[in-house]
T-cell receptor, first 118, second 114 residues
Framework: AQSVTQLDSQVPVFEEAPVELRCNYSSSVSVYLFWYVQYPNQGLQLLLKYLSGSTLVESINGFEAEFNKSQTSFHLRKPSVHISDTAEYFCAVTPTLYGSSNTGKLIFGQGTTLQVKP | DGGITQSPKYLFRKEGQNVTLSCEQNLNHDAMYWYRQDPGQGLRLIYYSQIVNDFQKGDIAEGYSVSREKKESFPLTVTSAQKNPTAFYLC?????????????FGPGTRLTVT
């Protein structure tokens, strides 16, 4: 079975400051990892994903996440946030192995609300 | 444009009434999912379907029912047996055969039952 822990439920930060949203996972099999973003009253949008290869993945809007296998983490970072980054962020995993009981199912963390203040 | 549509955006019902939420996708995905979102509780899986005419219960299926008669459609019925139906409902779809199985989400339906 898999589980995902997002260590902070809320992260307040001032505009133009750096931010890190933490995500740790537990799994007995290898997983794909995702970060989704949800703006108020909207659905979730895929922000970035780690499949294999380079452990650092980047999104088009300046976010990046680093996969750390030894620490089973996939923390999300941005060097300088904007007011428009205010949203809820979800970390999720799914098994890579086809035929696993959770194939295709996303296991989500509880979410982290990023509050960017002017 | 390919995507997932959910209708309506907002839905109001009286207690004791069944209500059906619509979810349609034109992404040619085999798998579809329904989630419930409550403040501070993240997303919880209600039902999912990996193929037409087949579906499985998720973590909180009690009080809900689904059907999957067409690949494009996966409606969710919130029955009167659901004790606390007021929530934000999200539908998603994904490929069930092509990794990494990333899910694409609809805009959601906010259901209020009074």
């Amino acid at each position: 079975a898999q589980s995902v822990t997002q260590l902070d439920s809320q992260v307040p930060v001032f505009e133009e400051a750096p931010v890190e949203l933490r995500c740790n996972y537990s799994s007995s099999v290898s997983v794909y990892l995702f970060w989704y973003v949800q703006y108020p009253n909207q659905g979730l949008q895929l922000l970035l994903k780690y499949l294999s290869g380079s452990t650092l993945v980047e999104s088009i809007n300046g976010f990046e996440a680093e996969f750390n296998k030894s620490q089973t983490s996939f923390h999300l970072r941005k060097p300088s946030v904007h007011i428009s980054d205010t949203a809820e962020y979800f970390c999720a995993v799914t098994p890579t192995l086809y035929g696993s009981s959770n194939t295709g199912k996303l296991i989500f963390g509880q979410g982290t609300t990023l509050q960017v203040k002017p | 444009d390919g995507g997932i549509t959910q209708s309506p955006k907002y839905l109001f019902r009286k207690e004791g009434q069944n209500v059906t939420l619509s979810c349609e996708q034109n992404l040619n995905h085999d798998a579809m999912y329904w989630y419930r979102q409550d403040p501070g509780q993240g997303l919880r899986l209600i039902y999912y379907s990996q193929i037409v005419n087949d579906f499985q219960k998720g973590d909180i299926a009690e009080g809900y029912s689904v059907s999957r008669e067409k690949k494009e459609s996966f409606p969710l019925t919130v029955t009167s047996a659901q004790k606390n139906p007021t929530a934000f409902y999200l539908c998603a779809s994904s490929s069930s055969t092509d990794p990494p199985y990333e899910q694409y989400f609809g805009p959601g339906t906010r259901l209020t039952v009074t």
